[in-house]
């Protein structure tokens, strides 16, 4: 069963038979490798084998009673025989195993002796070699490692004169009857044959129908078929799978392998999307004051993200109905890879700094902070996070610090800021600070502290703190639900009733989590949580009418590239190039009045500038 296939049925079996469903899966998958001309890799076999490749070749002349690999016959070295470098250490495996080729049971093997020429001394030669090895493979043990003769075969109305253990690799042009059959492994053939594919891109219609009715033709007879010469790269490999090629032909099986392996973390499928929000465009570009201002900020987010988020949402987001866009410059002051601290600090305060300083200047000076500039205007604020609301990002609105992760010292800075209401998980950092009075001073100040978004619907005015269970902020593939969503519209609720307007920062906190992961699924599930967040304040913003919304991301996480899509299917399949951030410029998106202030390319700073001069000074 494919990994897709599982994906869809996903809600039709329990967790605990979807991941034991899942892992066979994976490894079918992998032990479909097929290595290529093996003995050329450096570790000859063992290379091949770790990869946990089902399929191993390896090229052979006869010389001198041996049998030795080697491509040509001027290649041929003493010591490089197909005992010594497959069979011995292929038995010695076998029997250390317990009477298969693989500790893992679901994984076989087969070892595919490519006869360069002059089969009429190689075969015996190979039966000769492979006599003191019966238990490995001939017996009836269904684990036995299959041999598997190819290049110079003999006819197949000669395939009965040898031993049954002995298979051959058959030929899509030949009509073998069914007696020849049972002698047959698997059917091969040269891809270049048929197409002039060169594995970039896909394939024509009149070749992929071609190519998959060779595939079909040999499943029908119950045989699993190869293309050789390939191309050996993840494209090639996508194209191959989806044609139906059983082996893949690889020069490089740990890649192969790894591809293959991290295949459901890299591939998903969304059947249901969500609806989209189509505003109204009744304000938005206009020149007009802005009363209120919606900072949505998808950590992580990259266009990869977002155009993966697209595709699993089967090519509307709510993101993309906003018509003005620019792009967001994101160099930290010591570093042209930004992290969150000093992304999120150039934002929330105007200024470059360094990696990990949270509202800190490079020299270690506290900066003004949004929430305490809009402050002296009487402008409200809000911050919320789907995480931990004393990472890095939220942080950078509310507190000072020149490291990150000082979380108790970050919560303790709640009570030096103009920030009304405040979202996000970390109870522990709150609860337990070592300021024990922290949350009396807190409710001093006159914040309410709730645990639940249930108890922050029934507030109706003042400063509130909701400090959620980690639980609650799982990622949404685990069952978060909308939480951000839901904590936008009461942040909404509760500060749209300031008469001189407010200010609110909501982040898409797991995005990044998903990408430093590699883990497409996680990402784009968070992509798409974020998007319907998009769509609330979109909402919003027609029903006021005096909203200005901005949508953007601090950096991107995981130099994600896009391999293969289907918008029709909701289907993306996707590959990392780091597990950390990269320094690629982000999108910024703007929806309402003087929207086109965002349009172009410009530090991330600016998005701090602009921000107070709409909301300070909306008349300039």
Not at 215 to 236: E, L, V, Y
Not at 417 to 440: C, E, T, W
Not at 473 to 500: A, C, F, H, Q
Request: hydrophobic share 35%; aromatic share 8%; glycine share 6%.
């Amino acid at each position: 069963m494919k990994y897709s296939t599982l994906k869809r049925s996903a809600g039709l079996i329990t967790p605990l038979l979807f991941a034991a469903a899942t892992s066979l899966a994976q490894n079918a998958a992998i032990n479909k490798a097929h290595s290529h001309n093996d003995y050329k890799q450096n570790i000859p076999f063992q290379q091949a084998y770790y990869a946990q490749a089902g399929s191993i070749e390896a090229d052979v002349f006869y010389l001198n009673n041996k049998l030795y690999v080697a491509h040509e016959r001027k290649e041929i070295e003493e010591g490089r025989t197909l005992a010594e470098l497959y069979v011995k250490p292929l038995a010695a495996l076998f029997r250390k195993n317990g009477g298969r080729p693989y500790a893992d049971s679901t994984l076989n093997l087969q070892l595919v002796v490519d006869i360069k020429e002059d089969k009429a001394h190689v075969i015996p030669a190979l039966i000769k070699e492979l006599e003191p090895y019966k238990d490995v493979f001939q017996s009836n043990n269904k684990h036995t490692v299959k041999i598997v003769l190819s290049g110079d075969m003999p006819a197949p109305a000669e395939f009965d004169k040898y031993p049954a253990y002995i298979y051959f690799d058959g030929r899509p042009n030949i009509n073998y009857t069914d007696a020849q059959l049972k002698h047959v492994a698997m059917i091969s053939d040269e891809l270049g044959s048929y197409t002039e594919w060169n594995g970039k891109g896909v394939l024509t219609r009149p070749d992929s129908l071609k190519l998959s009715g060779m595939i079909n033709a040999a499943h029908s007879k119950g045989k699993p078929f190869r293309f050789w010469a390939t191309q050996d790269s993840p494209n090639t490999w996508i194209q191959l799978q989806k044609l139906g090629a059983d082996w893949i032909n690889t020069d490089h099986p740990q890649q192969l392998h790894d591809f293959l392996a991290n295949r459901h973390k890299l591939e998903f499928i969304n059947p249901k999307p969500h609806p989209i929000y189509t505003p109204t465009y009744k304000v938005d570009g206009i020149r007009k004051p802005v009363k209120n201002i919606i900072l949505l900020i998808g950590d992580g987010m990259g266009l990869a993200q977002i155009q993966s988020g697209l595709t699993a949402n089967h090519g509307q987001l709510n993101l993309l109905q906003c018509r003005y866009s620019g792009f967001s410059q994101t160099r930290a002051a010591n570093s042209d890879n930004t992290d969150s601290a000093a992304g999120a600090t150039a934002m929330a305060t105007g200024h470059k700094t360094n990696n990990r300083y949270i509202s800190m200047n490079p020299t270690g000076q506290a900066l003004t902070r949004i929430p305490d500039t809009l402050a002296a205007k009487k402008i409200k604020s809000g911050i919320i996070s789907c995480a931990d609301i004393t990472d890095a990002t939220p942080a950078a609105f509310y507190a000072h610090n020149i490291e990150r992760t000082n979380s108790t010292a970050i919560a303790a800075d709640l009570l030096t800021s103009n920030v009304d209401v405040l979202i996000g998980s970390n109870q522990k950092s709150f609860f337990n600070n070592p300021d024990a009075s922290l949350m009396q001073k807190l409710k001093a100040k006159g914040y309410n502290v709730d645990t639940t978004l249930t108890a922050l619907q029934k507030q109706q005015q003042g400063k509130q703190v909701v400090l959620l269970a980690d639980a609650e902020t799982r990622p949404v593939i685990k069952g978060r639900g909308d939480m951000l969503s839901r904590s936008l519209k009461e942040t909404i609720r509760l500060l749209s009733t300031n008469k001189n307007g407010f200010f609110i920062m909501a982040e898409g906190a797991q995005i990044d989590h998903g990408g430093h992961a590699n883990d497409l699924p996680f990402l784009v599930t968070e992509m798409l949580d974020f998007d319907r967040t998009v769509g609330e304040a979109l909402k919003f913003a027609d029903q006021n009418g005096e909203t200005l919304v901005i949508v953007t991301a601090d950096h991107e996480t995981g130099g994600l590239s896009l391999l293969d899509a289907s918008t029709a299917e909701g289907r993306v399949l996707g590959n990392f190039s780091t597990n950390d951030h990269t320094s690629i410029n982000v999108p910024v998106f703007a929806y309402g009045p003087n929207s086109n202030e965002f349009l172009g390319t410009y530090q991330n700073i600016e998005i701090f500038n602009k921000i107070v001069k709409l909301l300070l000074n909306p008349g300039k």
